[in-house]
């Protein structure tokens, strides 16, 4: 039962090649570019939403926070593809690998902290201990605020994966759950209709995206601008 | 828990760097942002169709009496 459970989870390859490559580059596929003014409605469409997510995200940064723009918007879009494109049956979804979210939260977040050290050192430093701590709490403070520190891709990586892979398995077991009950008619309806809140729950995944670049965009802010 | 088999850690990451660095950005640099019309590049209007280049009486429309 276990081993049934965790399969899906397993990175894909198709006789020894590994497709998972052509599973995290299709994303990118549905994207569809062209060098027209106006073109047909996908396009524009996502022109439209690209634009709005742009607009939301890099209001309040400053001019250098913003040339970080192409990058956070291709975070959230990659990530935003992703998972909801896991949301589709039998589908591998890349971001509930921990090696991926790794990849992913580690050098942005240490790009983040290197900008900040590089040209506000100043700031950055004074960021690990707060306004109005009492003398006797200083050192305890600064090592608290430390931990706190190098945390932060930790807790954006495990979170990520965790959401992800747990939205998932609960899909895999209540599905497997109402086939097996199916034979006896009385609760398949309630437990279709838990699937079905769940699914529209983990359709909120994409709030998590959100989540994901607000996270990472809160450090960039703060490394950057105070 | 088949996540921490780091075995195909090393094709994953690499298949997201080059995703997430290469391809979404050519992606989405792409989309044309300016909201003012006058700002764009000259080249998007540009037709590339060769016989345009020289008005001929084969384009007078077919109200007039050349017909």
């Known amino acids: 039962m276990n081993e049934n459970l965790f399969t899906s989870f397993s990175t894909p390859t198709l006789m020894g090649l590994p497709i998972i490559i052509m599973i995290i580059a299709f994303p990118a596929l549905l994207y569809p570019t062209s060098n027209r003014l106006i073109s047909n409605r996908i396009r524009t469409l996502q022109q439209y939403l690209i634009n709005l997510i742009l607009k939301q995200m890099m209001a309040i940064h400053s001019p250098k926070g913003r040339t970080w ?18 949301l589709l049956p039998h589908t591998f979804t890349p971001t509930t690998q921990l090696s991926i979210n790794l990849g992913l939260a580690i050098p942005l977040w240490a790009g983040a902290v290197i900008l900040g050290f590089r040209y506000k050192f100043k700031t950055s430093v004074s960021h690990f201990l707060p306004q109005g701590t009492p003398i006797l709490l200083i050192p305890m403070l600064i090592i608290i605020e430390t931990i706190s520190l190098f945390i932060q891709p930790m807790a954006l990586a495990v979170r990520l994966t965790a959401n992800i892979t747990a939205g998932h398995l609960l899909m895999h077991l209540i599905g497997a759950a109402t086939l097996a009950l199916f ?44 | 828990m088949p996540q921490l088999d780091t075995s195909p850690w090393l094709i994953s990451i690499l298949s997201m760097m080059f995703t997430l660095y290469l391809l979404m950005p050519i992606k989405i640099s792409k989309i044309l942002i300016n909201n003012d019309i006058n700002c764009y590049p000259s080249e998007i209007t540009k037709s590339t169709n060769p016989w345009n280049n020289k008005w001929t009486k084969i384009y007078l429309p077919h109200s007039l009496p050349l017909h």
């Not at chain 1, 006896?184 to 995206?209: Q, Y």
Request: glycine letters at 2%; proline letters at 0%.
């Open chain 1, 69 to 86: 723009s192409l990058m956070l918007m291709s975070l959230i879009i990659f990530i935003a593809s992703t998972n909801l494109l896991g």
């Open chain 1, 183 to 226: 034979s006896i008619s009385t609760s398949t309806a309630l437990i279709t209709f838990i699937i079905l809140l769940l699914l529209t729950m983990l359709e909120f995944a994409v709030a998590l995206i959100q989540a994901y670049v607000f996270t990472l965009l809160v450090s960039l802010y703060l490394h950057d601008n105070t």
